[in-house]
Nanobody, 125 residues
Framework: QLQASGGGLVQAGGSLRLSCAAS????????MGWFRQTPGKEREFVAA????????YYTDSVKGRSTISRDNTKNTVYLQLNSLKPEDTAVYYC????????????????????WGQGTLVTVSS
């Protein structure tokens, strides 16, 4: 089970750190991802991190402004969002997959088996 938190209302240029806590003792085996979705649009890949935390991948629109990280001792993955823009407004979801990084970074929602409930990020201009 995945529980996302940390969303909120922030002004443009501000920062937020999203967290996603996982239950169970197998978190360390999962590749984790963050997605976001706005009304009327498909869910969009944001970032992914390998099970060890060594490898990371970002979509171009957040690259350089965001950092994905994980703490396997706390069963938690994080997404630090900086220099936020109004277009970053969305519901952010964390997701998990057993897929291995060496087979390619999963960037579509069909490649993830487990999902959190989402946390809303609203960026005002």
């Amino acid at each position: 089970q995945l529980q996302a938190s940390g969303g909120g209302l922030v002004q443009a240029g501000g920062s937020l750190r999203l967290s996603c806590a996982a239950s169970g003792r197998t978190f360390v085996y999962y590749l984790m991802g963050w997605f976001r979705q706005t009304p009327g649009k498909e869910r969009e890949f944001v970032a992914a991190i390998s099970s060890t935390g060594f490898s990371k991948y970002y979509t171009d629109s957040v690259k350089g402004r965001s950092t994905i990280s994980r703490d396997n001792t706390k069963n938690t993955v994080y997404l630090q969002l900086n220099s936020l823009k109004p277009e970053d407004t969305a519901v952010y979801y964390c997701a998990a997959t057993t897929r291995k990084w060496r087979f390619g970074v999963p960037t579509t929602d069909q490649e993830y088996a487990y999902w959190g409930q989402g946390t809303l990020v609203t960026v005002s201009s």
